[in-house]
């Protein structure tokens, strides 16, 4: 295999770093003249839940990071139950690299920590990616309680990330193809997988939800202090973090554009791979203090 | 002059052409292997209203056709007060020309007639860009009268297109900065210019947007049957027609990508006519039938 073969999340080696008491998993591949680009996970996931079709093309202008939170797959530690709390894991993992400034691709629970990366050491971040996340302060944040996930989630003939498909994607033929084809995608690295989240990971997780959701003083308020370009990015089907939150968070940050995806829902990214990872390289390669690419 | 140059809405003739009883000014410049891109224009907008910065570009991969509906500048006939009669002589135009097919750029008011446009003949459009504008049943469109707009409309101050840097742009700095770039730019053509619009002309177009208020039926339902790939496009505090009918519209389109700007308002894709173009250009040059590019 080639050194260029081998920039994909499907190869690359799992890492490990010491930083405080914590000890991190990450993957770092890709080359390129790009900023790294720090890769924030969702609710739950692991490394390899980042899709192939996502990362790799990202990797071949940059090194993409992706980075695993304390009590997630092989990291170490106790999962935060505060955005904040998973912010300064993250901020540690930063130091621990060596990394003073990067990119960043936020997916949903990960898009909440970038915010407050962003809030709490503008500096780490030179343009941000937001997908299918929400502000502090937004609305119906991952109520897996509600019927239209909760008849996915407590489905006993769906098995292993079947039920992603159900609730990352929209219902219809169209979008549950592309489910299909993301769920053969994240199968396609056969060795040195993370352990997939248990309980544990879940509960807090959740609890940082409701926290996120909770409001002091102004609403929306801390989007103002985030002058990071910004993309925000979401699926007009979202039923996981709808796409209400991609409205409040563009027209709330003052430096940010957004785009919209039809005929899908939390996973817009993975359904429209090609589009997306054309915008964002895009985003990412320019150089104005602006938004706009 | 190279031919070259000649490609530019700042030289190219206003031309005439005969249909039923009207006679339609129009202006036709540029080249590429794109289909001929239909350019439908804003509330009182002439030719002279298009944005060189705008046009120019888009000509470099295609024909540009500027198109006056009846009574606006020296097309003959009555302002209509509905959008389908507005759409029905946009229809006459292109019967005229002999396209069969083109792609469609329609601003605001435009963007109205656009959609009725792909009601009525939906083999007319192959892809479709609204910029700042409303589906039927929209809300707050062009309400003159509410103060954030009557200011302005009525500043004794303001003279000539002084009031549309007011009312297209954000009341920021950068953003008059970009309106007073604008108007600079309306003012390239030396010769050969339209009549301005008079209270005519205004007083039937705004009929036009109260009856494109009103629904029968289910809100939105006509959308669904608009499956032309569409780009959505506005600024976040457009003022003329808010943001939230461009999410209605990208929501409610089975097929449709949604991009906003920040610190913009109605003309945001003058203010950003780099992004725009790019981006405009993109979506155009696909031949997917899906939106996403």
Redesign the interface.
Known sequence: MSIQEAASIITAPTQFIEAGSERYAYRRFGSGSGLPLLCLQHFTGTLDNWDPAVTDPLAEGREVILFENAGVGRSSGATPETMAGMAAHALAFLDALGLKICDVLGFSLGGMVAQQMALERPSIFRRMILVGTAPRGGEDIMHLEKPSLAKHLGDPTLKGYQVLQKIFFAPTESSQAAGAAFIERLMLRANDREPISGPAVAQSQMAAFREWEQVSGERFSDLKKIRHPTLVVNG?YDEMVP?SNS?WL??H???????????SGHGSLFQ?H???T?QAAAFLASKSE????
């Open positions: 007009v796409v409205y563009s027209a940050l003052p430096n940010a554009v957004l785009l919209t995806y039809p005929d429209f090609e589009s997306f054309r602006f938004a706009p690419y």
